[in-house]
Each structure stands twice: as C-alpha cells, then as structure tokens.
C-alpha cells in the first residue's frame, strides 16, 4: 500500500501544481505572446513607412523649384480670396463680358468623401455676367484652362433683371456661375 500512496501523491500535487500555478501563467503567456506579435506587427508597419518616407523624401528632392512653383500656383497651400476675386474679374475683362457680381459663398470648408478627412478644402465662388453666348463659351474656355484647380459646381443662364433691360435690348443673357477652388489642409499639421 506504501508502494501506491507516493505514485498517487505525486500525481495529485502535480494536478494541483497545474491548477494553481503553471495554468494562471500560461493564460499570461498567451496574453504576452499576442501583445508581442501585435508589437511586432507594429514595428514592421513603421519601419514600411520609413522606407515609403525615404523613397518620398528623395522623389521630393528631384523635383526642381520651377516645379514646385508651378504646383503652388496649380494647388496653394492657402486660398486667396482676394486674388480669386481678381483673377476672376480681370478673366471677365479679358472676355470682353459685363459683370454684375461676384461673391465668395461662405467660408472655406474642408472637403470629405466617406466621413475620411480630406488633405484639400473648398472655397465657393458664385459670379454672374452679361454676355452673347460667344462671350460665356470664351469665359468657360478660359476658366478650364486656369492654372488653379476649381470645378464647376454649378451653372444658370436667364434673362437678365429688370434692372438690366438695357442689356436685353443688346441681346445679353445672364449668366451664373459658380465654381469650387481647391487648397492644401494644412490646419492638421
């Protein structure tokens, strides 16, 4: 009987050893061991995006000042409302048109497509003119060929006010457009 009571012992301090002390850190083990590839996995993304930062940091350095200045005037860090009133009216000028308006539309705003945030943001600009439909057409010409990026949110043509009569006895149409102008967001970095 001595001869079974030591095997039987030593089994059930070792179940007991299992149970109360090598169990509860293993449980910890795993624990760690998820943590560790987590950390490692982080580890790999940012030494991925180092290696991205690297190869943009000496793409960045080809590009010459003559490029950099043509990609300002092309997407400015900053919109110049007072410039696009300018531009917008001397383009009108330049057309040979009769301008009765332009206004920015509110403030700026930031741009989002799916909740993401946006790198650009927006600024409206609405104007209206009086012009032949030869004049409209050279003014939308001229607006696709600006530099700057903006897109033609919208466009409306009627006859013009009553204030205006004398421009339908030459035949003039009025004409609204409005157009979205595009810059960096900056206020993240």
């Keep these: 009987m001595k001869t079974l009571l030591f095997p039987i012992l030593s089994v059930i301090a070792a179940v007991g050893l299992y149970f109360f002390f090598i169990a509860p850190n293993l449980a910890e083990i795993s624990t760690l061991q998820a943590k560790d590839a987590e950390f490692s996995q982080s580890l790999d993304d940012v030494r991925e995006i180092e290696t991205i930062m ?11 000042n003559d490029d950099l200045v043509k ?16 531009d917008i009216g001397a383009l009108l ?20 497509r799916d909740g993401e945030e946006s790198l650009l943001l927006e600024q ?17 010409k001229s607006i696709e060929s600006n530099l700057q ?16 009569s004398n421009e339908e006895d030459l035949g003039l149409t009025q004409y ?13 970095e």
């Design 54 to 64: 690297s190869r943009l940091e000496t793409s960045y350095a080809g590009i010459t």
């Design 71 to 86: 990609l300002e005037r092309f997407l400015p860090r900053e919109i110049d409302k007072t410039q696009i009133v300018t």
């Design 93 to 112: 000028t330049e057309e040979g048109v009769i301008i009765r308006e332009i206004d920015l539309t509110g403030a700026s705003r930031k741009s989002s």
């Design 124 to 140: 409206g600009v609405k104007f209206s003119f009086f012009a032949k439909y030869d004049g409209f057409k050279k003014v939308l």
């Design 149 to 164: 990026i903006a897109s033609v949110f919208s466009v409306r043509t009627g006859p013009s006010g009553t204030d205006y």
């Design 176 to 188: 609204e457009i409005e157009l979205v102008f595009y810059s960096y967001n900056l206020e993240d």
